[in-house]
């Protein structure tokens, strides 16, 4: 990006100039600093930040009440919200039957605020809004310490702006958990190497870890950069890095280590079903469906649980572009790569211990990584993951583009500059102007991509190409003319050719309704549909049904034992409706006149219904306000229910009813409904329903 900031010393001027006393230390002189900013600021700093959080709390809460979120996790908070069970485990159902995909940091996060202030819409979004802003001022602090108000003001926008962030973060997916975890551990890393102290490190391996008991491996993208800027960059002896890095690993593994080794030491008999997992233990859906998995797909010979369904294109170094998810996270990625290239050597002279260089490498790394890991990835893939890889673009955007801007604005073909210095600077003359001709080009190209979508993208369309030529045309003229008012005029350019597109898609995501399993932003270009509990992955193995219904999320507060006030019906309002003929009533759609009958005839059953799925189970969770038991997991595969385990639920009279499609099934499935329809009763108003009662087990 391009910045209007003086040169240094005429920008302390600026600052010495500022009205209002000195600050005294007291409340008062507190209180005005938290609006207004240290005295050192440029007097616009502060009024700007709190615009950008005002701009993102606005795009991350609007019409926060008709937010659909995902019911796979919404089902799972409101279960913990009825035992602390579930809510340990992250049980889909309050019986504890089985969990979701995923550890339950961030379901414990909306637990918490649904426990405080009622289950609700708003009460699982408040968390979520919250990381989404709270993000945002963790960036612009960060990238403003090494590199100026200017970049951090930049970052942040561009993080406010980023399409798929707006998206994911009016969603109960824990996506925005993860990503504020991540930063709160970059920024405890980047204190450690300024200071050479070892708790800062520790404190960022902490974070790191809880970032990992929210989404397993993915936490983990980030960490060969980590390691890399802290040994590079730290002002203490080898020896002593090392060993810092060590206790940091020791930390890094407890803090990611300790909620599974717990329950995988608890008996199976007395917890859930792990869900997602092959064997019912978390250190296999650690190195399977949520790690390798995701990686290496269905061909891993590790974690096959990653099936290469993907919903963001196919796997290479062209997926972050391509049709579907090009508009969702790629509109910087031209800028931050010539910046990130241009700002390392531009800082290529300076200490070991350089600030700057440290701060490049580390957003630097975490922008690559993520790239590489999500082009790359053979599993899995659902388009939302990659609000992780915003802040490294972010980032590295604004403090890179300053760099630039900088060496470009005070860079001349003076007298007396020796032949090979002037060579350099007029090299130097054309990268800034490449650099946001190259992003303004392709925010060009992603906006044809969806022409006719709307008259926001044909006004977005016009203010890239007019912005970026006024802005390239002006910093050409301006430099060779050493007009610096101009080139503050162009680089102002610059930031709106290269935020307007994304800009547009994030008010359409912002003002229009989203898949809540898979939520993106700007109109559809393709593919993308479907979701779940995404991880590094998204579903278990086996298919997803695509047209499985996202339910709707709730809203309010209800009274205990009731269903949330505010849901949908799952289905029709008679009889079941099968979508994929799964053995086990796989897609069933259970309606909401089959719900009452349930309940009504319940008695005493810990459990108010057996389905297939997820999917299912959640709906019908989330309408009954009833503990469901999801036989198969997410797509149905899972071994989560045995045949001698519903005896057993059944003889103690934990459970009366069971879905059972009439297609049959296979494996598992095959056996329990056989054994179903030979030994369970019909009930005739409903297709595929079955009750069975302790005298039917022999």
Known sequence: MTTLAPPPGQESARRSHRAGPPADGGLDSRARRLFTGPEDDPRWARPALWAILLLATALYAWNLTSITGNTFYDAAVYSGTKSWKAFFFGALDSGSFITVDKPPFALWVMGLSARVFGYGTWQLMLPMVAAGTGSVALLYRQVKRDFGAVAGTISALVLTLTPITVAITRDTNPDPVLVLLMMLGAAALMKAVRNGKLMPLVWSAVAIGFAFNTKMMQAYVVLPAFFLVYLWATNVSLGRRIRNLAVATVALVVSSAWWMVIVDLIPASSRPYIGGST??????????????GRIFGAGSSVGSQGNGASFGGSSGLYRMFNEIMGGQISWLIPFAAIALVGGLVLRGRAPRTDAKRAALMLWGGWFVLHFLTFSLAEGTFHPYYVTAMAPGIAAVAGAGGVLLYRAFREGSAAVGVPPVERSRDWGRAW???????AGSIWAVVLLQRVSGSGTVYTVAEIVVATAGITSVLGLLVGRFTRRHRLMGFAALAAIVALLAGPAAYSVSAATSSTNGTNPTAGPSTGGGMGGGGGGMGGAPSGTRSVTEPSGSAPSGTKPSGSAPSGTKPSGSESGTQSTDGGGMGGGTQVSS???SYLKKHQDGATWLLAVSTDQTASSVILES??????MGGWSGSDNAMTLAKLKSLVKSGQLHYIIVSSDGGQGTNSEIATWVK??????SAYSGLYRLDASDVG
């Open 431 to 437: 990268v800034l102007p490449a650099a946001v001709a």
């Open 593 to 595: 006149a089959m719900i």
């Open 279 to 292: 064997d019912n233990t978390v250190w296999d859906l650690v190195i399977g469906y949520n790690g390798f």
């Open 678 to 683: 030979a030994h369970g009763s019909a009930v």
């Open 625 to 630: 306000g009833q503990p469901v038991i999801s």
